[in-house]
C-alpha cells in the first residue's frame, strides 16, 4: 500500500482487531499471562512502524499512490498537489512534521530482519518498553553508545535498575499477601468500617503497582545494558540511558499530584499514545475529546473488560478537577497564601499524598478485578466516594473560582 494514509489505517484496523479477537477467545476474569499479553506491546509497535514509515515518505519527499483512492498523495517537496479525476479537483496541501514526528520517521523500507528484531526484541517484547524502528536500527548499525565504534559503558547503570527492580519486587512479595485482591470481595471486608475500608484500598493501591514497576525496571536495564537506553549526554557531557525507562522512581514516590504519577508511570507507553494516538486527533480542534478519545484507546487496548474502561474514565474525571483545583489555588489570593505558610506545607503534603494514593487505589480497583460485578461491590462499598466526590468537584469548582478569585485576577489572566 506504500506510504499512505490507506496504509495507516489498514494496518491500525487489522492489528487492533486481532488484539481484540484474541482477548475475546482467551480472556477470563483473572490476569492471564498468555500470548495476547506481549501481542498487545507488539500490537503498538506495529501501529506505530506503520505511521513513521508514512511521515518517512514526508521527510523524503516520496509521493506515493494510494492503491484504495487511486490517487498520488503529495510529499513534502510539494506546496500542494492538485490532482483531477472524474472532472473533480483534489487539492492536498503539504503536510509540515513536527520535529518529533521527524526524529521517529522511517525514511527507507525496513528489511524483515529488521522489522522481525524490532518486534521480538527480547528486552522488550514480553511487557515493554516501546521503542521506535529508527533507534532500533540505530542500535543495529552500532549507533547507540556512549563510546563510538565500542560497546557502550551501560553494565552501572544497568545494574542500579536492575537493583531498585529487585527491591520493588522484595517489597511487593513481603507486602501482597496483606493486601491481595481477594480481600475485596470477602465478607470480612465488608464488615470493617468504611474508613478501615477506605485505608485499606490506599494501600493496596501502593502496594499493587509494585509488580509493574519491578518488570519495567528490570526491562529498562536489559535494554540499557545493550545499549538501546542510549539518549545521548546531558549537559555536562554525561552520557544519559534513560531512552526505554518506564519509571521515574523518584518523582512516583514523591508526586502529591495525579498528573505527576502519570507522568512517572509507564512512560513509554504513555508517550506513545500521545505521539500516535492523542497528538494524530490535532484536527478534532478540542483537546480534551483528544484526550478522552486517547484514553479510551489505552482502556480497549489493555482489554475487553468494562473495568479498564471505568479505571481510564476515572483518570480523565481525576485530571480535569485536579487542573481545576491547581488554577484555584494558584489564582485566589487567600487560598495561595495559605499554601504558601512554610508550617503548613508538610501538613499539606501528607493530606495530599493520603487523597493522592486514596483515590489512585479507588481508581486501580475496576482495573484490576476486571469485570462489573466485582468492582460495582466494592465501589458500592464505599459508597462510590471517588465518583461522588470528583464529579461534585467537577461542576462545584467553577463556582467556587468565581467566589475566591477577584475579578482583577480574572481580568489579568484573559490578557
Same mark, same amino acid.
Given at each position: #500500500?506504500g506510504?499512505?494514509i490507506?496504509?495507516? +489505517?489498514?494496518?491500525?484496523c487489522?492489528?487492533?482487531t486481532?488484539?481484540m479477537?484474541? !482477548? ?6 483473572? !490476569?492471564?499471562?498468555?500470548w495476547? #499479553?506481549p501481542? +498487545?506491546? *507488539?500490537? *503498538?509497535k506495529?501501529?506505530?512502524l506503520?505511521i513513521?514509515? !508514512?511521515?518517512?515518505g514526508?521527510v ?5 499512490t494510494?492503491?484504495i ?5 503529495p510529499?513534502a517537496?510539494t ?9 473533480s479537483t ?12 521527524q526524529r ?7 528489511t524483515?530482519?529488521e522489522?522481525?528484531?524490532?518486534? /521480538?526484541?527480547?528486552?522488550?517484547f ?6 521506535s524502528?529508527?533507534d ?7 549507533? #547507540? ?5 565500542q560497546r557502550?559503558n551501560?553494565f552501572?547503570p544497568?545494574?542500579?535498575? $536492575?537493583? $531498585?527492580g529487585l527491591i520493588?519486587l522484595?517489597? /511487593?512479595?513481603?507486602l501482597?499477601? /496483606?493486601?491481595?485482591d481477594?480481600?475485596?470481595l470477602?465478607?470480612?471486608? $465488608?464488615?470493617?468500617?468504611f474508613?478501615?475500608r +477506605? ?5 493496596w493501591?501502593k502496594?499493587?503497582l509494585?509488580?509493574y514497576?519491578?518488570c519495567?525496571l528490570?526491562?529498562?536495564g536489559v +535494554?540499557i545494558?545493550?545499549?538501546?537506553g /542510549?539518549n ?8 544519559k540511558?534513560?531512552?526505554c525507562?518506564n519509571m521515574? &522512581?523518584?518523582?512516583?514516590e514523591t508526586?502529591?499530584l495525579?498528573t505527576g504519577?502519570i507522568a512517572s508511570?509507564?512512560?513509554n507507553?504513555n508517550?506513545?499514545v500521545?505521539? !500516535?494516538i492523542f ?7 478540542n483537546?480534551?475529546l483528544?484526550?478522552a478519545?486517547? *484514553?479510551f484507546?489505552?482502556?480497549?487496548w489493555?482489554?475487553l473488560h468494562?473495568g479498564y474502561? &471505568?479505571?481510564?474514565?476515572m ?5 480535569? &478537577?485536579?487542573?481545576?483545583?491547581v488554577?484555584l489555588?494558584r ?7 495559605l ?7 508538610p501538613?499539606?503534603y501528607? *493530606? ?5 494514593? #486514596?483515590?489512585m487505589?479507588?481508581s486501580?480497583?475496576?482495573f484490576c ?9 466494592v465501589?458500592s462499598?464505599?459508597?462510590f466516594?471517588?465518583h ?5 468537584l467537577?461542576f462545584?469548582?467553577p463556582?467556587?473560582?468565581r467566589?475566591? &478569585?477577584?475579578?482583577k485576577e ?5 490578557e
Amino acid at each position: #500500500m506504500g506510504r499512505t494514509i490507506t496504509a495507516v +489505517c489498514t494496518t491500525f484496523c487489522f492489528q487492533m482487531t486481532y488484539l481484540m479477537a484474541g !482477548y475475546y477467545f482467551t480472556a477470563t476474569e483473572h !490476569y492471564d499471562i498468555k500470548w495476547t #499479553m506481549p501481542h +498487545c506491546v *507488539l500490537t *503498538l509497535k506495529l501501529i506505530g512502524l506503520a505511521i513513521d514509515y !508514512y511521515d518517512g515518505g514526508q521527510v523524503v519527499g516520496i509521493a506515493s499512490t494510494d492503491p484504495i483512492l487511486g490517487i498520488a498523495l503529495p510529499s513534502a517537496s510539494t506546496q500542494s498537489l492538485v490532482i483531477k479525476r472524474e472532472q473533480s479537483t483534489i487539492i492536498f496541501p503539504k503536510e509540515v512534521l513536527t520535529p518529533e514526528q521527524q526524529r521517529f520517521a522511517v525514511r527507507g523500507v525496513p528489511t524483515l530482519l529488521e522489522v522481525s528484531g524490532f518486534s /521480538y526484541f527480547y528486552g522488550a517484547f514480553m511487557v515493554g518498553p516501546q521503542f521506535s524502528m529508527t533507534d532500533y536500527q540505530k542500535l543495529a548499525r552500532g549507533e #547507540m553508545t556512549d563510546v563510538p565504534g565500542q560497546r557502550p559503558n551501560s553494565f552501572v547503570p544497568a545494574l542500579k535498575r $536492575l537493583t $531498585l527492580g529487585l527491591i520493588c519486587l522484595v517489597i /511487593y512479595t513481603l507486602l501482597s499477601p /496483606y493486601v491481595s485482591d481477594e480481600y475485596f470481595l470477602s465478607d470480612k471486608f $465488608l464488615e470493617q468500617s468504611f474508613w478501615f475500608r +477506605c485505608f485499606y484500598m490506599l494501600v493496596w493501591g501502593k502496594v499493587v503497582l509494585y509488580k509493574y514497576v519491578t518488570c519495567w525496571l528490570v526491562t529498562e536495564g536489559v +535494554c540499557i545494558l545493550i545499549g538501546l537506553g /542510549y539518549n545521548g549526554q546531558d549537559e555536562n557531557g554525561k552520557p544519559k540511558w534513560d531512552a526505554c525507562a518506564n519509571m521515574k &522512581v523518584w518523582l512516583y514516590e514523591t508526586t502529591p499530584l495525579f498528573t505527576g504519577t502519570i507522568a512517572s508511570f509507564n512512560i513509554n507507553t504513555n508517550a506513545w499514545v500521545a505521539r !500516535y494516538i492523542f497528538k494524530r486527533l490535532k484536527f478534532l480542534g478540542n483537546k480534551l475529546l483528544s484526550q478522552a478519545l486517547a *484514553l479510551f484507546f489505552l482502556a480497549i487496548w489493555h482489554g475487553l473488560h468494562s473495568g479498564y474502561l &471505568v479505571c481510564f474514565q476515572m483518570e480523565l474525571l481525576i485530571v480535569i &478537577v485536579e487542573k481545576q483545583v491547581v488554577s484555584l489555588v494558584r489564582n485566589s489570593p487567600a487560598l495561595s497564601t495559605l499554601a504558601s505558610i512554610t508550617v503548613l506545607k508538610p501538613v499539606f503534603y501528607v *493530606l495530599q499524598q493520603t487523597n493522592h494514593w #486514596m483515590f489512585m487505589g479507588y481508581s486501580l480497583v475496576s482495573f484490576c478485578l476486571f469485570t462489573w460485578d466485582k468492582w460495582l461491590k466494592v465501589y458500592s462499598s464505599v459508597y462510590f466516594i471517588g465518583h461522588v466526590l470528583f464529579l461534585t468537584l467537577l461542576f462545584g469548582l467553577p463556582y467556587i473560582h468565581r467566589m475566591l &478569585v477577584p475579578r482583577k485576577e480574572k481580568l489579568k489572566k484573559a490578557e
